[in-house]
Nanobody, 124 residues
C-alpha cells in the first residue's frame, strides 16, 4: 500500500515556473514507477510525465516535453515535477500516482495509487 500527497501548486503568470512535490509512504518506494497526470473540468485525466523506479528512465507527454522535468529522490520517497515556461493551457489539477513495478507507464489505468491533487493555475 502506498499513499501519495502532492504539494506545490498555486497561481503563476504565463512564462513562469512551479515545482510540484509528491511525498509517498512505504519502504519500497524505488520499486514503483511514479507519474504525474492532470485534469481540467469536463475532460479526462491526461498523462503528463512518468519516471522509473531507479529514476533513469523518463517519459513525457508531447505537450510538456522540453518544459517539464520529472525527477525523484528515493532516499526521501519524493517525486518532483519542475514546470517551466508555463502556459495558460497548463492550468489543471495535477495528480501524483504510483504504479506497481519499476518501469515508466503512460496509461492512467496502470497506476494503483493516487493523491488528492493540487491546483495549478496559469494566468495569461
Amino acid at each position: 500500500q502506498v499513499q501519495v500527497v502532492e504539494s506545490g501548486g498555486g497561481l503563476v503568470q504565463a512564462g513562469g515556473s512551479l515545482r510540484l512535490s509528491c511525498a509517498a509512504s512505504g519502504r519500497t518506494f524505488s520499486s514503483y514507477a511514479m507519474g504525474w497526470f492532470r485534469q481540467t473540468p469536463g475532460k479526462e485525466r491526461e498523462f503528463v510525465a512518468s519516471i522509473s523506479g531507479n529514476g533513469y528512465s523518463r517519459s513525457y507527454a508531447d505537450s510538456v516535453k522540453g518544459r517539464f522535468t520529472i525527477s525523484r529522490d528515493n532516499a526521501k520517497n519524493t517525486v518532483f515535477l519542475q514546470m517551466n515556461s508555463l502556459k495558460a493551457e497548463d492550468t489543471a489539477v495535477y495528480y501524483c500516482a504510483a504504479a506497481s513495478g519499476p518501469f515508466t507507464r503512460r496509461l492512467r489505468t496502470d497506476y494503483n495509487y493516487w493523491g488528492q491533487g493540487t491546483q495549478v493555475t496559469v494566468s495569461s
